[in-house]
């Protein structure tokens, strides 16, 4: 089955935990968005990140698509915290170059709200250029706002 990877992006990462899981292309989420949630309930200094459904037509999320193994679906699911019930799997449709395929992507099963660490958003700038994602969208996730303050 395929997984769709949109807020990590790194494909160091995923060789690490998912080692029998091959990148097979990239793609877009349409009519979804890149947003984050969850501050200060999930024992993170900032907001993790997630992707909702948009309002907007023309708002998308670049994706890595990965044919993931059964085995690295298990150590996925549990580093990613579907099994804590943090975040749930979705299936979607993802369009790629090769036409529209369906895949599963984690979603954040709390909250929109709160800025993230300048540190998550770098991460997720870098992954996302790393695995191939146009300046544009880069450009955008570097833009957005990020926490300052520290949470006690």
């Known amino acids: 089955m395929y997984a769709a990877y949109g807020s990590n992006l790194d494909p160091g990462r995923m ?14 989420i349409e009519g979804w968005r890149l947003t984050f949630g969850g501050e200060g309930l999930l024992g993170y200094e900032g907001a993790v990140c997630t992707i909702v459904e948009s309002e907007k037509r023309d708002d998308r999320v670049f994706v890595a698509l990965y ?24 299936h979607l449709r993802v369009v790629t170059l090769d036409g529209e395929i369906t895949s599963w992507v984690y979603v954040l099963a709390g909250y929109e709200g709160g800025l993230p660490t300048a540190w998550l958003l ?10 191939g994602a146009p300046d544009d969208y880069i450009d955008a996730i570097r833009s957005r706002p990020t926490r300052t303050e520290t949470v006690d």
């Not at 060789?15 to 877009?28: D, T």
């Not at 770098?122 to 695995?131: D, F, H, Q, T, V």
Request: proline content about 4%; overall charge negative.
């Open 15 to 28: 060789r690490a935990y998912c080692p029998h899981s091959p990148l097979v292309g990239i793609g877009w």
């Open 67 to 90: 044919d993931v193994d059964s085995q690295d679906e298990q150590i996925l699911d549990e580093v990613e915290g579907a099994v804590a019930g943090t975040y749930q799997k979705l």
């Open 122 to 131: 770098n991460e997720i700038a870098n992954a996302a250029r790393e695995a």
